[in-house]
């Protein structure tokens, strides 16, 4: 995609994200498979591939910046690619290393688009890798409004108590999965808390 005509549609795409338009952006597919109180869904994904870095937490402007690096060109094809969403933060890294997670900040994910997944260029930037996310069952929650660390776990809170009833249990910590830039009408945003389901 031309340069100037990349960075176009990136404008375009973060002004419409003001007001919770977000058509534009690929996002990974998806089928809810239960549906339970507090609006709680089970979400069955196809396998995917990710870009991710070591974060520490939803608002680091630096893990992010990494990661935005990558789709606007710091891989090895020099690439730009294409915005999706959610941003995906996640808590700690178990096992695994597929999902978001590291140590004590945890990691951001970017997902990259279908027609890219195929043969994604590698990162030339430190610290940023990519990794191939295998079919899972994620449980989310979808919530409005500013994210404050409050917020947050007063709604992980919810997601956990509704899983426990439900009697499902989580593989790994709670993560943020948010849909909208930082500037978007609060109001308006999308925001999920979700679990990796333990696959047992």
């Known amino acids: ?112 688009p279908r027609a890219v997944a195929e043969a994604a260029p590698e990162p030339t930037e430190a610290g940023v890798r990519l990794v191939a996310v295998p079919a899972e069952r994620i449980a989310a929650l979808r919530f409005s409004g500013r994210v404050t660390p409050e917020v947050r776990d007063e709604q992980e809170r919810i997601l956990t108590w509704v899983l426990a009833a439900a009697g499902l249990r989580a593989s790994q910590s709670p993560m943020f999965m948010g849909y909208d830039p930082p500037f978007a009408l609060p109001f308006l945003r999308r925001n999920e808390v979700a679990v990796r389901l333990d696959r047992s």
């Open 1 to 112: 995609m031309d340069r100037f005509l990349y960075y176009l549609v990136t404008v375009v795409e973060s002004v419409l994200g003001i007001f919770g338009i977000r058509g534009l952006y690929e996002q990974p597919a998806y089928t809810v498979v239960q549906r339970h109180d507090r609006g709680v869904e089970i979400r069955a994904y196809a396998p995917r591939l990710a870009v991710e870095t070591d974060a520490r937490g939803q608002g680091d402007g630096e893990a992010f910046g990494r990661l935005f690096r990558y789709i606007t060109g710091a891989n090895r094809a020099g690439s730009r690619i294409a915005m999706t969403a959610p941003v995906e933060t996640g808590g700690q890294r178990i096992a695994m290393t597929v999902p978001v997670e590291q140590g004590a900040g945890g990691t951001m994910r970017f997902f990259l």
